[in-house]
Nanobody, 119 residues
Framework: QVQLVESGGGLVQDGDSLRVSCAASGRTSSVYQMGWFRQAPGKEREFVATIIWSGGSTFYADSVKGRFTISRDNAKNTMDLQMNSLKPEDTAVYYC????????????WGQGTQVTVSS
């Protein structure tokens, strides 16, 4: 089992930057991949970015490519999402998630952190 706790959300203005973080605990040595997802009011949860825990390879949704950067610190078991040039449409609850190599899906989720971008 892996426990995930997000932090760093808040209220910012159009064009501002914000960093959200995810702290992992528990059986983190078996984590293969972690990712960020978001869910806006009235919309389905969508993929934002992902990172391979050991190799560091990353992949982004087109909507955030060039503005967001995902990173991880293996020693601290943390994952960050640096968000620049934020837009009102980035407003959502941001969730971090983790999966083991033996699973095809993200099995572990945090409680989410609210990011609100005002125009």
């Amino acid at each position: 089992q892996v426990q995930l706790v997000e932090s760093g959300g808040g209220l910012v203005q159009d064009g501002d930057s914000l960093r959200v973080s995810c702290a992992a605990s528990g059986r983190t040595s078996s984590v293969y991949q972690m990712g960020w997802f978001r869910q806006a009011p009235g919309k389905e949860r969508e993929f934002v970015a992902t990172i391979i825990w050991s190799g560091g390879s990353t992949f982004y949704a087109d909507s955030v490519k060039g503005r967001f950067t995902i990173s991880r610190d293996n020693a601290k078991n943390t994952m960050d999402l640096q968000m620049n040039s934020l837009k009102p449409e980035d407003t959502a609850v941001y969730y971090c998630a983790a999966r083991y190599a033996s699973s095809d899906t993200y099995d572990y989720w945090g409680q989410g952190t609210q990011v609100t971008v005002s125009s």
